[in-house]
């Protein structure tokens, strides 16, 4: 079975920076992409960044490119999200997620604005971040 669990997540000042991380399980294969969304109350899902780990590409959301970074510890079955000069508007719940049945292009996918369509096919349960101004 697999399982997604996120931390990280808390109350930061703008400019700050906070490392997510999401403990991935149950995986038997690298068949299959992992990522990061948001979604912040009254908005829509948000897609951040993803890796593909079929062949390691990596794509990062225009919103978010330059200020995170999405990395992943093999080792450990993590995946993090370094958020760096963090702006109030970035304030919502981030949750990893996996996608397996297109992986490569559900990952290019889940970047563009307006993928609310795509939906994963696991999740967690999300971690909270809150930017002060």
């Known amino acids: 079975e697999v399982r997604l669990a996120e931390s990280g997540g808390g109350l930061v000042q703008t400019g700050g920076s906070l490392r997510l991380s999401c403990a991935a399980s149950g995986f038997t294969s690298d068949d299959y992409a992992i990522g990061w969304f948001r979604q912040a109350p009254g908005a829509v899902r948000e897609g951040l960044a993803c890796i593909d780990k079929s062949d390691s590409a990596i794509y990062y959301a225009d919103s978010v490119r330059g200020r995170f970074t999405i990395s992943s510890d093999n080792a450990k079955n993590t995946l993090f999200l370094q958020m760096n000069s963090l702006k109030p508007e970035d304030t919502a719940v981030y949750f990893c997620?996996?996608?397996?049945?297109?992986?490569?292009?559900?990952?290019?996918?889940?970047?563009?604005?307006?993928?609310?369509?795509?939906?994963?096919?696991?999740r967690g349960q999300g971690t909270q971040v809150t930017v002060s101004s």
């Open positions: 997620a996996a996608m397996t049945e297109y992986p490569g292009i559900e990952c290019s996918m889940m970047v563009l604005p307006g993928a609310v369509g795509l939906e994963p096919a696991y």
